[in-house]
Structure formats: C-alpha cells, structure tokens
C-alpha cells in the first residue's frame, strides 16, 4: 500500500483567500485524485491529477476554483482558490496502488478547511 | 455516470453480534468494489474489496459478497467489537473512477 501525507492537516481561512494542499506520496503512483468530504457526507471527487498535464475535474469543479499541479509521479497540489463558509470541507488527497489499473485506492488523513 | 446506494445510515449492534451493510450500484461496467473504514478525524482506510470475478471474499472477521445480476454488494463483520465502531463507505470502481456510497455509521455497543 500507498503511503499517503497531506499539509495541512487543518487550517482556518478568510473568505476570499486561497489556501494550497500538499500531498506526497512515498512511492511511485500511476493515479492521484483530489476528493472532497464536507461535513457528515460522502466523499466526491474532485478531479484526477494528471502528471505533465491538466488535471481532469469532475461536472460541477473547474480549474479556476480548484487548480491542480502534479508535477512528477509523488506530489501533487490542490489550491481552493477565492473561498467561501461552502468551501469548508475535509480534502482528501488518494492515490492508486503502484500496479496500475488495480483499482485500489489508498487515502490521506485529509485537510480539514474551515472558511470564516 | 455510476451511481451507488448504501444502507442503512446508521446501525447499531450489540458487541459480538454481526453487522451487515448493503450498497447497490446502477452500471453493470462497473469491475471493483472496495469497502473503507472511516473513524473520526482521519482519511478513509480500505478494508476490504472484491472484484467482478469473484462472488465472496473473506479476511477474519470481515466479508463481502457480491451480487453481479441484482448488482448489490454487502459487507459481513461477525463478533462485533468496540473498535470496529466507525463509519463505513462502499464504493464501485467504473472506468478508474472510484464512485462512494453515502456510508453507514456503525455503533458497537459495549
């Protein structure tokens, strides 16, 4: 298995500031998602983080909101850019296993985000 | 796109007794069904999956069975015990996108 650190671990913000994520992944991964919890609900994806490329987002996230740098196979960035209170949410950052096309997929302890 | 249902929302068993979650999905495409363990504060941990091959899959305490005609999937924990206390998602793999169900929070009661 993937091991997976996300920083922060938690922040509170300012409405209208942005905030970036880290995630480092301690092995070479072929996939690396973006997923977002708010609070008592289910996980939703963000987007897929594509290494030398544009991310790919999901129906209702788009770049400008949520840009995603990836630029090699272990580290990745979510950015949530112009927040507001409705950007509160964990971010979780995931990873698939190092055999590609495996399916599994491996979970950070997530960024707990509160926007003030 | 895929679309999974989880039930029920919360469950509560006395310890040692069993627990039994079940997830529908809609897109008979979809080939993997991993099931993750959330417990406060920290990320999704998985558990246990299965995939379209296979009918059950057993690891100690833990089982899952699938279903590819009614596409439903269950998870099976057997002697409950207070750690197992948590929140529990199914989740069904279409096309490398994982797709979550909207979990379920077992209580395991002393």
């Known amino acids: 298995s993937a091991v997976i650190s996300q920083k922060p671990s938690r922040d509170i913000c300012q409405r209208g500031t942005s905030l970036t994520i880290q995630c480092q992944v301690d092995?070479?991964?072929?996939?690396m998602f973006w997923y977002r919890q708010q609070p008592g609900q289910s996980l939703t994806l963000i987007a897929t983080a594509n290494q030398g490329s544009e991310a790919t987002y999901e129906s209702g996230f788009v770049i400008d909101k949520f840009p995603i740098s990836r630029p090699n196979l272990t580290f990745s960035t979510l950015t949530v850019s112009n927040m507001s209170p409705e950007d509160s949410s964990i971010y979780l950052c995931?990873?698939?296993?190092?055999?590609?096309?495996?399916?599994?997929?491996?979970f950070g302890e997530g960024s707990r985000l509160t926007v003030l | 796109g895929e679309n999974v249902e989880q039930h029920p929302s919360t469950l509560s068993v006395q310890e040692g007794d069993s627990a039994v979650i079940k997830c529908t999905y809609s897109d008979s495409a979809s080939n993997y069904f991993p099931w993750y363990k959330q417990e406060l504060g920290k990320g999704p941990q998985l558990i246990i999956d299965?995939?379209?091959?296979?009918g059950e899959k057993k690891d100690q305490r833990i089982a899952v069975t699938l279903n590819k005609t009614a596409k439903h999937f269950s998870l099976h924990i057997t002697e409950t015990q207070p750690e197992d206390s948590a929140v529990y998602f199914c989740?069904?793999?279409?096309?490398?996108?994982?797709?979550f169900g909207t979990g379920t929070r077992l209580t395991i009661i002393p």
């Open positions: 995931s990873a698939a296993g190092p055999v590609h096309h495996t399916g599994e997929l491996f």
């Open positions: 092995s070479q991964v072929t996939m």
């Open positions: 989740a069904a793999n279409l096309n490398e996108k994982l797709t």
């Open positions: 299965i995939r379209s091959n296979v």
